[in-house]
């Protein structure tokens, strides 16, 4: 290390590099430096010379700074603040800062001096106005911060992926959907969790783009999330280049799609379902208008009647199964309003009964006289023909339909006496129906829309459905509200 | 000339009820195998050339059935037994050794893309003729490979009803 301070041994070489330092202060390179100043200082801290275009701009001046240590030119703060830097410089350490002065920047280089035997003699300072530099840095910054955000705070998945199908950046949502954090996924590909049946389409697209075939692409495809789970998307994906036009990596966006698709099958499972449940009675109709068109004058009108009663019974069911479409619907859409009023239960299910006669088995009512319900006719209506068409096709040839009031409510119960429903289907007989047409085939309760459309109907009146299994055949009850509720 | 030759009225007998509290209603309908109301002939041998056709109808719809029956009757087939589900109709069948079944897929108990192999196993000779709702494609392809010979679609008229299970029991 060399001593700075021993001014004792002042050789030739320092004091003559000292004094072209003083000197230099009228140099046309010290002069006309640009945007900012360049100083010499000595081991006293004292300025030998100053100058630079931008010496005024912080109100400085040659003639206030030569001659002057810092701390006769700066306030205390300041030259406590620099002083550490120019004593580093002289002992050989450059140091580099930004100084904030006023409104501006000043980017500040301290380095040392040498005279001709390498002896650190002195110090020199440049400083430069960098205030547009820096604030075009932090503009720059705050961009891409506000890219970084939007691209992680983003509500549908967002991804960069490199060309072989690994996962390079993605954000929150890719996350959320594939159930898998950022560093499990950017070990893993896009491969890896895509749905085989779906990969080879993908891939597909993925070679036109990079051929440039195509500038981007849309699909809808299944990921496997952690779970096992699958998850419908909508992705999109375009290809980045680089500056000579080579493919760099993907840009992908996917969207969770998967309660829409859940939502068109649903749809789709209503109306094959409601085809498939309107051509028996419609061929039921044709073929008893056949057998009218065919009857012979003298036949017996006893018989004619009981086509025309057949055929009556047919279009009443097929009604009753557009009825039960259009509430599923109404309902899944929100549009299922109740208008309820005071419901007599007794004449109501003994007019029910009556009007099914020939779709439902013997019902036996045993309801107190002048118990009634607080429900929209309709839907009781509803609620109840489901019920009991469900117990004639299930095996029973006998329903008893009883109620007893509750507390501020009506229990009412329709009890077969049918095989009841075996347990493993139990747990999904209220739910909308979620087989396939082909397995819609199997002789299970719940299969259709029936039960699912009593439990909507009743929870839209204020009440609830639900299946007793503890008797041998089914038991059904419903509840029901007694009064408009007290707001 | 027409297809329905009228024969006989037909009408349901109701089903007994046993004792118990007055009802509102009555059930029409058979809901299992209509008994044997005449004995088994040819113990299931095929068709003969001559005899009337005979059918088992297996369905769920009583109305169905009862339409059948008649259209079926007046064409010149005997139907000689009927089942509400796939158990009845397998029932049914194993008592009347039918040459023709008419069988719907969507029934309560057991349906019918069940008791096909059932059937198919009790009544070899016998046509097996798939009648539902569900339209053909996938639905067709497994009924036919479980041992169905043909697949119609409910919505058919009389007329191709009649059509179709003449061609396929004249084969």
């Not at chain 1, 891409?144 to 390079?168: K, S, T, Y």
């Not at chain 1, 019902?363 to 509803?382: C, E, F, K, N, Y």
């Not at chain 2, 005449?38 to 113990?43: F, I, L, S």
């Amino acid at each position: 290390m060399v001593d700075v301070s021993n001014r004792g041994v002042d050789s030739g070489a320092r004091s003559a590099v000292l004094d072209l330092l003083r000197e230099a202060g009228t140099h046309p390179l010290v002069t006309s430096f640009p945007h900012g100043a360049v100083f010499f200082f000595d081991t006293d801290l004292r300025y030998l010379a100053a100058g630079g275009l931008g010496l005024t701009d912080v109100g400085l001046s040659r003639e206030g700074l030569e001659g002057r240590t810092i701390v006769e030119v700066f306030p205390a703060d300041t030259a406590a603040a620099i002083e550490p830097l120019y004593r580093a410089a002289l002992r050989g350490e450059s140091s580099e800062m930004d100084v904030q002065y006023e409104d501006r920047v000043y980017l500040q280089r301290l380095a040392p001096v040498h005279d001709e035997v390498g002896e650190i003699v002195a110090g020199i300072g440049f400083t430069q106005d960098v205030s547009a530099a820096r604030a075009a840095e932090h503009k720059l910054r705050e961009s891409n911060q506000r890219i970084r955000l939007m691209f992680e705070n983003a509500p549908i998945g967002q991804a960069l992926v490199e060309l072989d199908g690994r996962w390079r950046e993605v954000n929150t949502a890719v996350c959320t959907l594939t159930g898998y954090d950022a560093e499990q996924l950017k070990s893993m590909t896009f491969q890896d969790i895509t749905h085989p049946d779906d990969l080879e389409t993908d891939l597909e697209h993925l070679g036109r783009l990079i051929e440039g075939q195509i500038s981007s692409y849309e699909i809808e495809k299944r990921y496997f999330t952690a779970t096992g789970q699958t998850v419908w998307v909508l992705l999109a994906v375009s290809l980045v280049r680089d500056e000579r036009g080579a493919p760099d990596y993907f840009i992908a966006q996917i969207q969770d799609i998967t309660e829409r698709k859940r939502q068109q099958d649903a749809l789709q499972d209503l109306v094959a379902m409601l085809a498939h449940d309107l051509r028996t009675p419609a061929t039921v109709i044709d073929g008893f208008a056949a057998i009218l068109a065919d009857l012979d004058r003298g036949a017996d009108p006893s018989e004619t009647q009981d086509y025309l009663g057949r055929i009556r019974a047919a279009s009443r069911s097929m009604h009753a199964l557009l009825d039960n479409a259009m509430t599923a619907t109404r309902f899944a859409a929100g549009l299922l309003t109740p208008s309820p009023e005071h419901i007599e239960l007794s004449s109501f299910t003994t007019d029910l009964a009556r009007s099914l006669e020939g779709q439902i088995p013997s019902v036996l009512a045993d309801i107190p006289t002048g118990l009634t319900a607080w429900v929209d006719r309709g839907h009781l209506s509803q609620i109840l023909t489901n019920l009991l068409v469900n117990a004639k096709k299930y095996g029973g040839d006998t329903v008893r339909v009883s109620a007893a009031p509750g507390a501020g409510s009506v229990n009412l119960a329709v009890v077969d006496n049918g095989s009841g429903v075996e347990a493993e289907f139990i747990p999904d007989l209220f739910e909308r129906f979620t087989r396939s047409a082909t397995a819609r085939t199997s002789s299970t309760r719940g299969s259709g829309l029936g039960l699912y459309i009593v439990r909507d109907l009743a929870r839209a009146n204020g009440g609830d459905a639900s299946y007793d299994p503890s008797g041998d055949g089914a038991r059904f009850d419903i509840t029901l509200p007694v009064a408009p509720e007290q707001p | 000339m027409s297809i329905l030759q009228v024969e006989r009225p037909v009408h349901d007998a109701a089903l007994g009820r046993e004792g118990g509290p007055p009802v509102l209603d009555s059930v029409p309908g058979a809901r299992a195998a209509t008994p044997a109301s005449k004995p088994d002939p040819g113990g299931g041998a095929a068709h003969q050339v001559g005899e009337p056709v005979r059918v088992v109808l297996v369905d769920d719809t009583e109305d169905l059935r009862a339409m059948l029956r008649i259209i079926l009757t007046r064409a010149g087939f005997d139907v000689v037994g009927e089942g509400a589900d796939g158990q009845a109709g397998i029932e049914a069948v194993a008592a009347r050794r039918p040459d023709l079944i008419l069988l719907d897929l969507a029934m309560p108990v057991m349906d019918g893309l069940t008791a096909l192999p059932h059937l198919r196993l009790l009544a070899p000779e016998a046509k097996i003729v798939v009648f539902s709702g569900f339209g053909g494609g996938e639905l067709a392809a497994r009924a036919l490979d479980t041992g169905a010979d043909d697949y119609l679609e409910k919505g058919a008229s009389a007329r191709q009803i009649v059509d179709r299970l003449r061609g396929i029991t004249a084969r």
